[in-house]
Antibody, heavy 120, light 111 residues
């Protein structure tokens, strides 16, 4: 069965970096794009962008350029989200979600989410 | 501010029917892009509920239905049950933003 399993919660200090992983199983990793979605405490879903799992080419949504990096390790079917120079406002749950390439495809499977807390 | 507008909350008694609207514009829903709906139970990841405006993934009860017209879409839930209490999000693609967009979400309360 399809599964996206994310790494555990993180507590970081302002200015630090964090790397969240999303390990896929149950399907051919390179047949689907991987998206990242942020959900701040008590807030809605915000699409951060996606990464082409064939080419490794990332696309970032407005507001997620500069400090946010999407990457892959296709040998272990894993996508990564790295956030640098963390700020308090980066505190959120981060989800990975796959979709069939097409831009308007639905996100049919989601990871369980990774809580990143930024606090001094 | 979300590109797709949803009511912050809706409510209904068990057994009743509720609808949740999702209003967009000519660069997203009105441009012909599909609308998808997700259900997020408290403390869990979102789950795909409706895709391609009106299609249900396997396992989703037929109490849930979706429709789209013009620049808007709607999610209808009939025979409301306590377990339907959750947040619901619409999603589409926006050509001006060149990416996916979500509505701000609607909290459904079952009275």
């Amino acid at each position: 069965q399809v599964q996206l399993v994310q790494s555990g919660s993180e507590l970081k200090k302002p200015g630090a970096s964090v790397k969240v992983s999303c390990k896929a199983s149950g399907y051919t990793f390179t047949s689907y794009a991987m998206n990242w979605v942020r959900q701040a405490p008590g807030q809605g879903l915000e699409w951060m962008g996606w990464i082409n799992t064939n080419t490794g080419n990332p696309t970032y949504a407005q507001g997620f350029t500069g400090r946010f990096v999407f990457s892959l390790d296709t040998s272990v079917s894993t996508a990564y989200l790295q956030i640098s120079s963390l700020k308090a406002e980066d505190t959120a749950v981060y989800f990975c979600a796959r979709d069939l390439y097409g831009g308007n495809s639905p996100f049919d499977y989601w990871g369980q989410g990774t809580l990143v807390t930024v606090s001094s | 501010q979300s590109v797709l507008t949803q009511p912050p909350s809706v409510s209904g008694a068990p057994g009743q029917r509720v609808t949740i609207s999702c209003t967009g514009s000519s660069s997203n829903i009105g441009a012909g892009y599909d609308v998808h709906w997700y259900q997020q139970l408290p403390g869990t990841a979102p789950k795909l509920l409706i895709y391609g405006n009106s299609n249900r993934p396997s396992g989703v009860p037929d109490r849930f239905s979706g429709s789209k017209s013009g620049t808007s879409a709607s999610l209808a839930i009939t025979g409301l049950q306590a377990e339907d209490e959750a947040d619901y999000y619409c999603q589409s693609y926006d050509s001006s933003l060149s990416g996916s967009v979500f509505g701000a979400g609607t909290k459904l309360t079952v009275l």
